[in-house]
């Protein structure tokens, strides 16, 4: 197959089957094609860039483009996406090629488009996420102009046996009990948890290291976060001091899986330091357990050092390869 062999193209309506197919074998995302469709049902059907008083790019936007080859399989998959609370100027890239259509221009055709996307709508800055175990892309980021902004690892906690996480799940013998309780997201009245459990996602998430942009609405909270595939309201814990939410730590599973996702823990900043945040994540682990999941897994930015201490140093998940943040600048007018 030669470069010209290859059309690149918007995506379509009947691509989600072979788009998946690229995500999990290339990211090796666990993604079905209804799953993407489902994920692509939730955003807006049209482009809605806006400039700031700088000229910065804002608003919401996305290029979706697929590489077919002389057969129409689709072999290749190119995204740029900013949400109305990316970063001003930012555009995110997804860019992943089936391994056995590389080397071949396919790869730099497509991106080639969407950075000349990005440029035409002004964006100065393309965020791009690279595994680190995959040394083609980190040298193809590398060709393009992009590099390392940050380092996030994967930490993997086998559950496997019933001593393969006792150390995890026994807390330290507190002298008093502790002044929160841990109930489900389910739980709690239904007419105040949406405002009060969003408000702590929203104030801790603006914590994490290399946050940029503003935190997401409501609405879109309840899209994207509740939304989420694997989520559920009984996944979602929520620590409580009195009746008021002060942390919480949401865990992804997928029906059937054998794995669970922590995608995400967080304290409000005067609560922090009192060891909420390791309890909410042993209670992530019973339920782990009682859900019969053998592995968790999670991604830790290398510079989060709270997070690390209690992964690592607490309850004993390892270090796995991860990922590489990758930006490149483009020139401003
Ligand atoms: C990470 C976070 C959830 C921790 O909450 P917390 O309730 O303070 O956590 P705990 O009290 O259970 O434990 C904190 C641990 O980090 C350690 N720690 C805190 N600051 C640290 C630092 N700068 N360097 C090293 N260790 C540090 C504490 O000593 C403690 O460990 P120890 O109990 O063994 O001493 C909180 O800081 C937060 O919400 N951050 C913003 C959101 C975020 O980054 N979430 C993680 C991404 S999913």
Known sequence: MSNEAIAIRPMAADDYEGVAAILRVVLRESVKG???????????????????????????GRLRLVAANPDGDVVGYGLAWRAPWTAPGE???TLAVLPQARGQGCGGALYAQLEGWASEHKAHRLNYVVREDDPAALSFAGRQGFEIDRHMHESVLQLAGDSGSAGALEPETAAQAPEWTIVPYAKLPEDSREASVYGVYRDTQLDIPGFSGDYLPLSEWRIHVLGMAGSAPEHLFVALVGDIPV?????????????????FTGVLRTYRGRGIATALKRHCIRHARACGVRTLRTHNDSHNAPMLAINRDR???????GEYRMCKLLPRD
């Open 247 to 263: 942390g919480v730590a949401h865990v992804l599973i997928e029906p059937e899986s054998s794995e669970l996702y922590c995608e």
């Open 315 to 321: 309850l004993g998940f390892k270090a796995m390869p």
């Open 91 to 93: 555009l995110n890239h």
């Open 34 to 60: 209804e799953d993407v469709q489902e994920e692509d049902a939730k955003l807006p059907k049209e482009n809605a860039f806006k400039y700031d008083n700088q000229g910065r790019l804002c608003g919401y």
